[in-house]
């Protein structure tokens, strides 16, 4: 078997990331994970009591080896750990050195090092995640706003999970329904008509539709929402970046064409997701690496979410390539009167616009509000629906479930042998299957778990 020789090994990784920093966090998981901090400690490892901390000096393997740090050792026995197998986690001094040679010395006494997303998929295999949680966890890890904290969160607590088993089962219970059909088809009493099965099975395809409904929402909240600031070379840009960011990260001067190459950045505005992008000024007669720019430039506006378009105080009307650009973008755009702190005394912004300084900082809560409302208020706050599917994977299996479903209720109403539809039930059923990973191929794992990083 594929995996009992993969779980055989004892595994292990620094769970904290590199660098300088208080603690450090090792892990080890697997069969002689007690054992081999038994050596590293020189204690017996009986001794030590489930899920208490003990301090310990862990010394190099070699008899009268180097003492390497002091550390809290702390034992997890199967199956209550994070990867169902035995897991020991010592928390070492930080910084590069001192983690570095406490694996190393794990690593002579027989654990290999982790793959990324090594412990996560143990638990996986051992059945203490399905693959929504599992994906949900490097959806925690990677959130960086606190909307897409909380939908990380509700999955890793089978959000998803909990809704796919009750579709499955109520698959089953259709096809339980359709054998009982096949069985006694001419009885009077027949236990089940067709078009009761037919009707439930439309239901159901209805319900998987509601969950898909929540994908658009749930990705943008697991990727940012990309939002690309466009407009005449000078109008404030960069500084209207840098201002949404709380930093000095693109750079700004008073002459026109200083941003050349996309700068990008995340950034969580009213605890929503956002990928700014600062972008080349637009303009016809740039020279050769401008030009480039604005080419960069206008393919991120092919794919923004939402585009902040910037004319300053003062500037001019637009002209007619300027309209023609504004009436092509795809996406939502906010007009802004950027550098509003200078705007003349009779000077007033248009309807639909929002003036902004990035100086004074007028606007700029106006501009946020506006943000959130484009992107975010149709998709996610007006819904009763929290985002469930979050990831491509889980939407493709969704909606194989739903094709399947919606097939066979297609085959049963044009008159197709119930023997023969139920192919169609199986099907979805095993698409169901799929989302919670029930039984993953070896492919589909690698890709979900590639992702990770060491340690996790
Ligand atoms: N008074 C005032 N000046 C601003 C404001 N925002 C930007 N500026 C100035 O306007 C000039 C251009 O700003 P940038 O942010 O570099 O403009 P940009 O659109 O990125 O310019 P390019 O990258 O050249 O297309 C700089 O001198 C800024 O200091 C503002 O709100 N008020
Ligand atoms: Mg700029």
């Given at each position: 078997?594929?995996?009992?020789?993969?779980?055989?090994?004892?595994i292990v990784a620094q769970a904290?990331?590199?660098?300088?920093?208080?603690?450090?966090l090792l892990r080890l998981s697997g069969?002689?994970a007690?054992?081999?901090?038994?050596?590293?400690?020189?204690?017996?490892?009986?001794?030590?009591?489930?899920?208490?901390?003990?301090?310990?000096?862990?010394?190099?393997?070699?008899?009268?080896?180097?003492?390497?740090?002091?550390?809290?050792?702390?034992?997890?026995?199967?199956?209550?750990s994070y990867t169902g197998e035995?897991i020991?986690e010592?928390?070492?001094?930080?910084?590069?050195?001192?983690?570095?040679?406490?694996?190393?010395?794990?690593?002579?006494?027989?654990?290999?090092?982790a793959l990324p997303g090594e412990f996560t998929q143990r638990a996986y295999l051992n059945?203490k995640l399905?693959?929504?949680?599992a994906?949900?966890v490097?959806?925690?890890?990677?959130?960086?706003?606190?909307?897409?904290?909380?939908?990380?969160?509700?999955?890793?607590?089978?959000?998803?999970?909990?809704?796919?088993?009750?579709?499955?089962?109520?698959?089953?219970?259709?096809?339980?329904?359709?054998?009982?059909?096949?069985?006694?088809?001419?009885?009077?009493?027949?236990?089940?008509?067709?078009?009761?099965?037919?009707?439930?099975?439309?239901?159901?395809?209805?319900?998987?539709?509601?969950?898909?409904?929540?994908?658009?929402?749930?990705?943008?909240?697991?990727?940012?929402?990309?939002?690309?600031?466009?407009?005449?070379?000078?109008?404030?840009?960069?500084?209207?970046?840098?201002?949404?960011?709380?930093?000095?990260?693109?750079?700004?001067?008073?002459?026109?064409?200083?941003?050349?190459?996309?700068?990008?950045?995340?950034?969580?505005?009213?605890?929503?997701?956002?990928?700014?992008?600062?972008?080349?000024?637009?303009?016809?007669?740039?020279?050769?690496?401008?030009?480039?720019?604005?080419?960069?430039?206008?393919?991120?506006?092919?794919?923004?979410?939402?585009?902040?378009?910037?004319?300053?105080?003062?500037?001019?009307?637009?002209?007619?390539?300027?309209?023609?650009?504004?009436?092509?973008?795809?996406?939502?755009?906010?007009?802004?009167?950027?550098?509003?702190?200078?705007?003349?005394?009779?000077?007033?912004?248009?309807?639909?616009?929002?003036?902004?300084?990035?100086?004074?900082?007028?606007?700029?809560?106006?501009?946020?509000?506006?943000?959130?409302?484009?992107?975010?208020?149709?998709?996610?706050?007006?819904?009763?629906?929290?985002?469930?599917?979050?990831?491509?994977?889980?939407?493709?299996?969704?909606?194989?479930?739903?094709?399947?479903?919606?097939?066979?209720?297609?085959?049963?109403?044009?008159?197709?042998?119930?023997?023969?539809?139920?192919?169609?039930?199986?099907?979805?059923?095993?698409?169901?299957?799929?989302?919670?990973?029930?039984?993953?191929?070896?492919?589909?794992?690698?890709?979900?778990f590639?992702?990770f990083c060491i340690g996790k």
């Amino acid at each position: 078997m594929r995996n009992s020789q993969f779980l055989a090994d004892t595994i292990v990784a620094q769970a904290t990331p590199p660098g300088l920093g208080a603690v450090a966090l090792l892990r080890l998981s697997g069969p002689r994970a007690t054992e081999i901090a038994g050596l590293l400690t020189r204690r017996d490892p009986a001794e030590w009591t489930d899920r208490t901390s003990t301090l310990c000096a862990l010394s190099r393997p070699e008899p009268g080896g180097e003492v390497l740090d002091q550390a809290l050792v702390t034992v997890f026995r199967a199956p209550a750990s994070y990867t169902g197998e035995d897991i020991v986690e010592i928390s070492t001094h930080g910084g590069r050195e001192t983690p570095a040679s406490v694996t190393e010395a794990c690593v002579e006494l027989g654990a290999r090092r982790a793959l990324p997303g090594e412990f996560t998929q143990r638990a996986y295999l051992n059945g203490k995640l399905d693959l929504t949680q599992a994906e949900a966890v490097a959806g925690l890890v990677a959130a960086k706003s606190a909307k897409s904290r909380a939908v990380a969160l509700h999955q890793l607590e089978k959000g998803l999970a909990d809704r796919v088993a009750m579709l499955r089962e109520r698959l089953v219970g259709l096809s339980a329904l359709l054998v009982q059909h096949i069985d006694f088809p001419e009885e009077d009493d027949a236990p089940v008509a067709l078009g009761a099965i037919v009707a439930q099975g439309r239901e159901m395809v209805q319900e998987v539709e509601r969950l898909l409904a929540t994908a658009p929402a749930g990705e943008l909240l697991q990727d940012g929402a990309m939002a690309v600031l466009a407009g005449r070379p000078n109008s404030g840009k960069s500084s209207l970046f840098n201002g949404l960011l709380g930093l000095e990260r693109a750079i700004v001067t008073e002459e026109a064409g200083t941003t050349r190459d996309a700068v990008e950045a995340a950034v969580a505005i009213d605890g929503f997701p956002f990928r700014l992008v600062d972008t080349a000024g637009l303009r016809d007669d740039a020279e050769r690496i401008e030009r480039l720019g604005i080419e960069v430039a206008r393919r991120y506006l092919e794919g923004a979410d939402v585009v902040l378009y910037c004319r300053e105080a003062g500037a001019s009307a637009d002209t007619e390539a300027e309209r023609a650009f504004l009436a092509s973008v795809g996406a939502p755009v906010v007009q802004l009167r950027t550098k509003w702190d200078l705007a003349g005394d009779g000077e007033s912004a248009e309807a639909g616009e929002i003036a902004v300084s990035v100086r004074s900082g007028e606007g700029m809560t106006a501009l946020k509000d506006a943000l959130r409302e484009l992107v975010f208020r149709g998709a996610v706050e007006n819904r009763d629906e929290v985002p469930v599917v979050t990831t491509r994977r889980q939407a493709r299996c969704l909606g194989a479930a739903r094709a399947e479903t919606e097939a066979f209720c297609a085959a049963l109403d044009n008159g197709v042998p119930p023997e023969v539809a139920s192919a169609h039930l199986k099907s979805a059923e095993s698409a169901l299957e799929d989302v919670l990973g029930v039984v993953a191929a070896d492919d589909v794992l690698e890709r979900v778990f590639k992702d990770f990083c060491i340690g996790k």
